[in-house]
């Protein structure tokens, strides 16, 4: 009969996987290896989300969510009564998006309107 030799020890442990830009995915494994706590003499280097994601604004949310969904920028504009080139200057980080826009994006896309701000 055979017999367990091996203690499970994956057995709380979550697959992951991200899709992230080809250019930030070093930074980015610096960052996740960081997360799972700094053993003795091993150097671990922190890097801010906004040192790896310099670009990143409300806008790419509302881009990711528009392009899920299959919708252009003047669908999303005419479903919360907006113009579309407003929604353009939104998803590339020209205009903010207000709260007042952010809960009416909130219905559209069913989600918390919090995730725009």
């Not at 091993?42 to 989300?49: D, Q, T």
């Not at 906004?50 to 881009?63: D, I, K, M, S």
């Not at 919708?71 to 200057?89: P, T």
């Amino acid at each position: 009969m055979l017999e367990l030799t091996k203690k499970q020890t994956t057995k709380s442990f979550v697959e992951l996987h991200f899709l992230v830009p080809k250019k930030k995915a070093e930074e980015i494994k610096k960052v996740i290896a960081c997360l799972g706590g700094v053993e003795e003499n091993e150097e671990n280097e922190l890097v801010p989300w906004q040192e790896a994601y310099p670009n990143f604004h409300n806008g790419v949310t509302l881009r990711g969510f528009r392009q899920r969904d299959g919708l252009s920028q003047g669908e999303v504009a005419e479903e919360i009564g907006a113009k579309q080139n407003h929604i353009s200057e939104m998803e590339s980080g020209k205009r903010t998006i207000g709260k007042a826009i952010a809960k009416k994006l909130a219905v559209l896309f069913n989600t918390s309107y919090k995730v725009f701000l």
